[in-house]
């Protein structure tokens, strides 16, 4: 089975700090997704990864980067954080370029105090 | 851009039968996927549609008319375990998956 693994299932953080959420996946996935969920929002794509080295902006990257430095890891960075940056945050990767099926993470539930 | 759009909640009974409808409007599209999702875990995949037509895997199909841009998800025998969120997904050229808002079902015996 595939296992995407987020370090943290919790985390509480302040206004102003570098976050680094990180995510690595056993299956040798080529792809890999970060997105946000918020009640009544769905699951909104923050960046995503085709390769290493390699990064795309999805719909809402504002506020975010990400570094691909291993094929199987996958961080997001909150430049600086802020309230409205309290959110479930998502991994998931997939095998090709279809993107079927993609495989999620537990989340990290972060909290910008 | 991109849009998608299906109900936000839907009620049921167990033993019935349910369909979730999804209708998107994108450019370059490829398929139709379905994620399903308890309270507290993480999105499960359920089906994709590349192609017009029925989908079955057991008590679960999907359809797709790209004609139309629409697919519904249809669960049969509905059981309380199936009480989620379900989200329809549109895979389209040169970007990832975009994901709908999400439709919560609730069963109810």
């Known amino acids: 089975d595939v296992k995407v693994t987020q370090s943290s299932r919790y985390l509480v953080k302040r206004t102003g700090e570098k976050v680094f959420l990180e995510c690595v996946q056993d299956?040798?996935?080529?792809?890999m997704f970060w997105y946000r969920q918020d009640p009544g929002l769905g699951l909104r794509l923050i960046y995503f990864?085709?390769?290493?080295?390699?990064?795309e902006k999805g719909d809402i990257p504002e506020g975010y980067s990400v570094s691909r430095e291993k094929k199987e890891r996958f961080s997001l960075i909150l430049e600086s954080a802020s309230t409205n940056q309290t959110s479930m945050y998502l991994c998931?990767?997939?095998?090709?370029?279809?993107?079927?099926?993609?495989?999620f993470g537990d989340g990290t539930r972060l909290s910008i105090l | 851009g991109q849009s998608l759009e299906q109900p936000s909640e839907v009620t049921a009974v167990e033993g019935a039968i349910v369909q979730i409808n999804c209708t998107y409007q994108?450019?370059?599209?490829?398929?139709l996927s379905w994620y399903q999702q308890h309270d507290g875990g993480a999105p499960t995949f359920l089906s994709y549609?590349?192609?017009?037509g029925l989908e079955e895997t057991g008590r679960f199909s999907s359809f797709l008319s790209r004609s139309d841009s629409y697919g519904y998800l249809l669960l049969q025998e509905l059981q309380m375990k199936d009480s989620a969120s379900y989200f329809c997904?549109?895979?389209?050229?040169?970007?990832?998956?975009?994901f709908g808002k999400g439709t919560t079902l609730s069963v109810s015996s």
């Open positions: 299956m040798d996935h080529e792809n």
């Open positions: 997904a549109v895979w389209q050229a040169g970007t990832a998956l975009i």
């Open positions: 990864s085709y390769d290493v080295k390699m990064k």
């Open positions: 549609n590349a192609l017009d």
């Open positions: 998931a990767s997939s095998k090709d370029a279809s993107n079927q099926p993609q495989h």
């Open positions: 994108t450019s370059g599209f490829y398929g």
